[in-house]
């Protein structure tokens, strides 16, 4: 009897926990970006809140990356998404950045 290849690879957790920190991250910033657009720019104080927020999520999110990167645990394409998604709300709140400072 042959065992099915997926049941016998584990996953880290850690790298379970980045991608649902990762994937609320990216939810929330796109939400600040969409609220962003709604109010021209002139929103209440919760979008801002919303942006903040995904990048507090977003750098919770990198440190339980490393830290599956670290671990033993197989599961190298779930460790190599949970980057991706924790990298992605960092990245684009660094280019309004610099966006918003250009313009202004």
């Known amino acids: 009897m042959v065992k099915n ?4 690879k584990s996953v880290s957790t850690d790298a379970v926990i980045s991608c649902v920190l990762g994937g609320i ?3 929330c910033m796109a939400g600040a970006i969409v609220a962003s657009y709604m109010y ?3 929103g209440p ?3 801002g809140l919303l942006g903040v927020g995904s990048l507090i ?6 440190g339980f990356s490393v830290a599956a990167w670290k671990s033993q645990d197989g599961g190298f394409l779930m460790k190599r998404i949970a980057m991706f998604l924790n990298a992605i709300p960092l ?3 660094f280019i309004l950045y610099i966006v918003g400072w250009i313009v202004k």
């Open 57 to 62: 999520v977003s750098i919770s999110g990198l």
């Open 91 to 93: 990245l684009v709140a």
């Open 5 to 8: 290849a997926y049941s016998v």
């Open 45 to 47: 104080a919760i979008v």
């Open 40 to 42: 021209s720019g002139n």
């Open 25 to 27: 991250a990216v939810l």
